[in-house]
């Protein structure tokens, strides 16, 4: 490949910074918080540097958990760690 090839790929931020209305959202995130920015701007600067050179086409959601948690409502919803 030479040195014009382009990689394309997606980061999709989750819920930040939006106040105490996002109890729902904390609830339904499988780490039960919200994304801090920095998180994001971290991984994208992955995707920006060599260590994602074999990296292309690809969706990494940053969410804290939000899209797999609430994949999990039509089981119950996500089950409380046991210590």
């Keep these: ?11 999709t931020g989750g819920a930040s910074g939006i106040g105490a209305a996002c109890s729902s959202l904390t609830a339904n995130a499988a780490l039960r918080r919200l ?8 991984v994208v600067g992955v ?13 990494v959601p940053v969410d804290c958990g939000w899209l797999a948690g ?3 409502s039509t089981y119950g919803g996500l089950r409380e760690a046991n210590g």
């Design 1 to 11: 490949m030479n040195g014009s090839a382009k990689r394309i790929s997606v980061v």
């Design 35 to 42: 994304v801090e920015p920095a998180e994001t701007a971290r």
């Design 47 to 59: 995707f920006l540097s060599d260590a994602a050179s074999a990296m292309t086409g690809v969706n």
């Design 70 to 72: 609430t994949s999990w």
